[in-house]
């Protein structure tokens, strides 16, 4: 061949080095761990050392009084029995403690008493075995209004928190509106950890400004944020209603389906994807409660189911009583395409004849469709291995092999 292939091979190595590096440092893909399927928002006056436990209670209750609906709604004995065992064993698997919107604005002191109370609560949760897999604190905004309270009350709850022997969880940093906040936020999280002996905090943002989605110069704002952060964003959490408020929309259509937000979903969903940040879709505030547990209930198997469709995983939790539509809306959706999912990976591994041919692509999607079955406690890992035979590190490999 007149071709010189390892000279021309060498020269482009060289030439695409940087961008090589770059694209590995700011896509490093999805991350490999279980990413939970609800965060659930408590106002910190009202968070407990036995809030979780006291939150599962409450939902089992919830579920004997509507025994029959709920039996109804959800269709499946199976999915039913699990959503009653995962109430036993963990009905909170994220949790964040409020200081912001759900708290709301109040003296010094008393904002200062509530956070130091709730950081030694979760310290003690932690230290007795009863905390969620996954925890954190809403903090206010790092707007001029409320910056040095949010200051104030982040250091004060890692301080506590870490005096009375706990462990930090996330950050949630709400109504973020520039890329020079994400970057400040950066930096006080470094002034903490030095000034703490730490490392390693990390911070959700969260989307409640169509701001943070386009910039006064027509760009996602969004996608810059999550680089500006330094490798400290962990996900994206998507506000229904401050959102669609600032976008205009009456009150009564403000909801995780309207198109405003599906507009903002969908560009946070370009921004993140293959950097390992993850989404988080929002909530709704009709709560099964009182005369309306049908209403409530069906509204929200509607909205996760739908979300899960879209490929949002996560969502808020406002509610005991939205516990056990959480988990039916989201063990339905994983036992109800695990089958198909299974029988396709199988064909694919086995190059088999099959009336989908699939990509890699694609057999990745399979492959992270099952983990997170696996991590959702909708299916076994025995389960899968039958189906599909593989093991669960081997299928976690295909699902998020990295770059």
Sequence with gaps: MGIDIDRLTGELDDRLADADAELARRFPGDRSGRQPVHTVYVPADRYTADLVPEWGSAAGRTIDEHANLFAELVGDPE????????????????????????????ADDVEDADTTAAARALARSQGDGTAPPFFGLRVKSLEAPTRSR????????????????????????????????????????????????????????????????LGPDGTALVARMIHAADGRCSGLHYGTYDYSAFCGIAAEFQSMAHPVADH????????????????????????????????????????????????????????????????AATFAFYRSGFGRAAERLRAYGERSGSATLDEPATARALADFLVRALHANA?????????????????????????
């Design 79 to 106: 999915v039913a029995q699990r959503v009653r065992a995962k109430l036993d064993r963990e009905p909170i698997e994220d949790l964040r403690i409020d200081l912001e919107d759900g708290y709301g604005a109040r």
């Design 150 to 213: 949010g200051i104030r009350t982040l250091a004060l709850f890692l301080d506590t928190l870490l005096d009375a022997g706990g462990t930090p969880g996330v950050v949630t940093l709400p109504k973020v509106t520039s890329v020079d906040q994400v970057e400040a936020m950066v930096h006080l999280l470094d002034g903490i950890e030095r000034d703490l002996g730490i490392d390693g905090l990390r911070f959700e943002i969260q989307i409640e400004t169509p701001q943070s989605i």
């Design 264 to 327: 903002a979903k969908l560009v946070m969903q370009a921004a993140a994807a293959g950097t390992g940040v993850r989404l988080s879709d929002g909530s709704t505030n009709v709560l099964p409660v009182g005369d309306n547990v049908r209403a409530g209930w069906h509204l929200h198997l509607e909205l996760v189911r739908r979300s899960l469709e879209r490929g949002y995983y996560q969502g808020w939790d406002l509610h005991p009583a939205q516990l056990p539509t959480r988990f």
């Design 379 to 403: 299916v076994t890992a025995d389960e899968v291995a039958a189906a599909t035979g593989l093991d669960t590190d081997t299928l976690t490999a295909l699902a998020r092999p990295g770059r």
